[in-house]
């Protein structure tokens, strides 16, 4: 069969001897289940999760039927500045996308991260929370802990030339001190 798309059509159209209800139904059949795989493939190209939350991360078209920009790379240049810090008009090169547009996609890319996880996740713990830390802290052998504490000093690559002096440590470069608080799960 090899890559032959229209094969069960293909075999109806030209093969005038077929008589066979049962194979014209199977071709049929075989053909439905090809343009059904076929649709489920493409119908989740390009999906990106919070799509749902808000339609500027969807690609659209403008008014004179051009693709604007993709939900990947509004969603890179937002990625790039809070990971790698840099700045708006620093996207253009890598993602090709303008200033403006890098500091919208970086705004409505935070805000539809909050509301998608705000309920569960970016919250203070309840009562029930902090009972069941302390329940499983006790069961390790540590009363009255929530959590974890760990520190540790990371090099502040784009540290103000003005501020180098206050934050440089034994390593003789700029650090920030990251502190972390984390649950036995990495709830809190």
């Not at 439905?32 to 190209?45: C, I, K």
């Not at 547009?101 to 991260?113: G, P, Q, R, W, Y």
Request: include cysteine; aromatic fraction near 10%.
């Amino acid at each position: 069969m090899g890559r032959n798309t229209n094969y069960a059509r293909n075999i109806l159209l030209n093969d005038s001897d077929f008589d066979d209800d049962f194979e014209i139904t199977a071709l049929l059949a075989l053909e439905e289940e090809r343009l059904e795989r076929e649709r489920a493939s493409t119908s989740h190209y390009g999906f990106v999760p919070g799509q749902e939350k808000d339609e500027y991360f969807v690609r659209k078209r403008n008014a004179t039927g051009v693709l604007g920009l993709s939900s990947l790379q509004k969603m890179t240049a937002a990625l790039r500045m809070l990971a790698y810090g840099v700045a708006a008009d620093f996207t253009n090169e890598y993602v090709r996308i303008g200033e403006s547009t890098a500091i919208e996609s970086l705004k409505k890319f935070v805000e539809a991260i909050v509301d998608i996880y705000s309920t569960e996740y970016l919250r203070s713990p309840n009562s029930n929370d902090i009972a069941r830390l302390l329940r499983v802290s006790e069961s390790c052998g540590f009363l009255g802990m929530l959590g974890s504490i760990d520190c540790m000093h990371w090099k502040w690559k784009n540290c103000p030339s003005g501020w180098k002096s206050k934050y440089i440590g034994q390593s003789r470069e700029p650090t920030i001190i990251l502190e972390a608080v984390a649950s036995y799960d990495l709830w809190i």
